[in-house]
Each structure stands twice: as structure tokens, then as C-alpha cells.
């Protein structure tokens, strides 16, 4: 080919070999075309399932055929060779009746109003959650399509349905109910998705980890988790980023200024169920990250550090950094910080110390008052 590259998939077509990968593109790009093309002329009930659930089976392939005759090469690749290498490459995926296949990329896509409507129906129990590209900012073109049909093949994930009908299938918006427990609604931002829950919050704090899993082994790797930012900035959607045990603002410039940092009570309801790993990570290490941006603002550590190292929570090191006053008041904070978090991991019950030795304080009492609203 003009690139120089040949494709060869030996566990699909072991007799075929690609020397121009241009041939895919347009079989596929048919079949697109013929999609939008006939949403004009919805009577045509040949694809009618394409068009309204982006549903397809071997007879769609073959209307292709029709169609564009000159696509398709006879007797090198056939109809159903097309459809696996098409659940190979992530473009498709089988659904629950094996005879057909889910391509979201032939569904419409909905505009940002009736997303909004979508969303209005089913309100968060859980705070949303956001999947974003830590290096790169922006996903690849086709990433949304590629974790969704990656989910669907997974048999864990299947399309969300009342009755017998599709609750919400866009190419930009897809509604996926995972392990018939809870309903999940993905939503393609183009430089990251988007992800609501919505069911019994008893279910969801049980699956969550798993759901959490699912999503990132179905991504590319650099993917992470963040949140959306509660911060209005600009008056549009953006997302705040783990960083240590807080959360920061990715519209912040300066990576220095800490004014954007939140702690995750302040992203919506049990925010911090995205966090969990398994359902014994105790809450403690879960709450000390809801608190941790409001002490590192907040935390004198001359207040408490004395009575932390008395209840052997510190180390005669920790102490001595802490109490090195050539350092700025918020560093040595952040040392303590830092200390707590790993007496905590240690032994969670460190935790509960921690937090009487900070509740006898007057001026702490609001930020422990917090973790006991979780």
C-alpha cells in the first residue's frame, strides 16, 4: 500500500492478508454511509434496527453488498469474516442474541439538551465520575466506541432495557446496565467520558469497585479516574484530578495554587464510594482523603502534633521534621499529613485517634463534624 503497511489477522482471516488497510476503512465507511443515508427513508426496513439501535447482522452486510457492489470483494472476505474482524478491531460487538452485533458508531448522537433531559430522569445517588487521559488530555478518536463495545463483550455489561426497548442509545450517550444490578450512562466529552449511576445506593456501594475495574481494563493505558469539578469555573463542564488525597481543579493554571482543591464531600453524594477498592477497604483511609484538603488549608500542626506523637502515631523522625520551624507553617502540615496517612494504612484505628485528638480542638471540630456526616 502507499503506507507501506500490511494487516494480517491469523486468528480471524488466516487466509487473507491486507496489503492496502484502505479496503477496511471503506467497507465500513459503507456501511455507515448507507445507515445515515437511509435515515432519510426510514421505510426501508432493512435497517431500521441500524438506524434507531445501532443493532446489525449479517443481512445489513448484505444490503451493503447491494449497494455498493464494488466494495466488497467476492470470494476473499465474506459478510460474516467482515463482522468478526469488525468485533476485533472494537468497532462492533456481539449482543445478547449471538446473530447480531451493537455498532454504536451508526446510532445519531443527541445534542446537550437532551443529555440533560436524559440525566434529569434518574438522579445521582453517587456523585458522577469521570475517565480521562492522564498524559495525552484527549482521548483517541474512537475511544468511547471502543470501551463500550469492550464492556459489552465482557458479558458483564449488556444494553440497558425497559421491557424490550433500548433506554438511551446514542452514538455520544449509551446506557449500559451492569450484572442486571444497576444502570450505568456513559457520555462521550470528546477529552473525556463521562459516567452517572443510577439504581439502589445499597447495590451500587457493593458493585462499584468492580464497575470501577471494568472501565479502566476496557481503556486504554494512561487512563485515570477523576471527578466533575464542583467549581463552575468558566461556567462550563471540567474535572477535578486526584492529587495525594485531594482533589484538584484541572482549570487552575498554576499548580501551586492550592485554592482549588476539594475534598470529595464537596463533589456530591458518597463521592467516595468511586474511591473504594474492595468493600473491606475500611472507610478510614476513604475519609481521611475527605478531609485532607480542609486540613492541609486549615492545620497548625504545632496544635496536635505533640499528642499524635505521644499516642504513637508519629515516629521520632516525623516529629522532628514537623517541628522544623524553617519551614512554612502549610509544608510542615503537609509532612504531618503525610505521616497520618501512613499510621493510618498501618492500622486504621489510628484513624479514630486521630480524630479525638483533632475533635478537642474548638477550631477542628467543623472538619471532623464532616467525616461523621459521611
Known amino acids: 500500500s502507499d503506507l507501506n503497511v500490511i494487516m494480517y489477522y491469523p486468528s480471524i482471516l488466516p487466509n487473507v492478508v491486507f496489503t492496502n488497510p484502505q479496503c477496511i476503512l471503506d467497507i465500513i465507511s459503507e456501511i455507515i454511509k448507507c445507515v445515515a443515508f437511509d435515515r432519510k427513508k426510514p421505510s426501508n426496513s432493512k435497517l431500521i434496527r441500524a438506524n434507531n439501535e445501532g443493532i446489525i447482522s449479517e443481512k445489513l452486510f448484505e444490503y451493503v453488498k447491494i449497494e455498493s457492489p464494488k466494495i466488497y470483494k467476492e470470494g476473499i472476505i465474506e459478510s460474516k469474516d467482515l463482522i468478526s474482524l469488525m468485533v476485533h478491531l472494537g468497532i462492533a460487538s456481539k449482543c445478547e442474541n449471538m446473530d447480531e452485533y451493537f455498532m454504536p458508531t451508526l446510532l445519531k448522537a443527541i445534542d446537550t439538551w437532551g443529555i440533560k433531559n436524559i440525566l434529569s430522569q434518574c438522579p445521582d445517588p453517587i456523585a458522577p465520575m469521570a475517565l480521562y487521559h492522564d498524559e495525552k488530555g484527549w482521548f483517541k478518536c474512537g475511544s468511547f466506541t471502543f470501551l463500550i463495545t469492550s464492556l459489552i463483550s465482557s458479558k458483564q455489561w449488556t444494553l440497558a432495557r425497559k421491557g424490550s426497548k433500548l433506554l438511551c442509545v446514542y452514538s455520544n450517550c449509551i446506557k449500559m446496565c451492569f450484572n442486571e444490578s444497576c444502570n450505568v450512562t456513559f457520555i462521550d466529552n470528546a477529552s473525556y467520558i463521562e459516567i452517572h449511576l443510577d439504581g439502589d445506593i445499597d ?31 468558566f461556567g462550563e463542564k471540567h474535572l477535578a484530578v486526584p492529587k495525594e488525597a485531594y482533589l484538584k481543579c484541572t482549570k487552575v493554571v498554576c499548580s501551586k495554587d492550592t485554592s482549588k482543591a476539594f475534598c470529595l464531600p464537596e463533589l456530591g453524594a458518597n463521592a467516595e464510594i468511586w474511591l473504594q477498592e474492595n468493600e473491606q477497604e475500611g472507610g478510614e483511609g476513604i475519609y481521611f482523603k475527605a ?6 488549608n486549615q492545620l497548625n500542626p504545632d496544635d496536635i502534633a505533640a499528642d499524635l506523637f505521644s499516642a504513637g502515631l508519629l515516629t521520632e523522625s516525623e516529629i522532628d521534621d514537623i517541628n522544623n520551624f524553617m519551614l512554612p507553617q502549610r509544608q510542615r502540615a503537609s509532612i504531618l499529613l503525610r505521616a497520618m496517612r501512613r499510621s493510618i494504612s498501618v492500622d486504621p484505628a489510628n484513624f479514630r485517634t486521630f480524630l479525638n485528638i483533632l475533635d478537642s480542638i474548638d477550631k477542628y471540630k467543623p472538619i471532623v463534624a464532616k467525616v461523621k456526616n459521611i
Not at 469497585?209 to 464542583?230: S, T
Not at 478531609?291 to 492541609?296: P, T
Open 291 to 296: 478531609i485532607y484538603a480542609d486540613l492541609q
Open 203 to 233: 447495590i451500587i456501594r457493593k458493585v462499584c469497585p468492580e464497575i470501577k475495574r471494568c472501565l479502566v481494563q476496557a481503556c486504554e493505558e494512561g487512563v485515570q479516574i477523576a471527578f466533575l469539578c464542583p467549581c463552575k469555573l
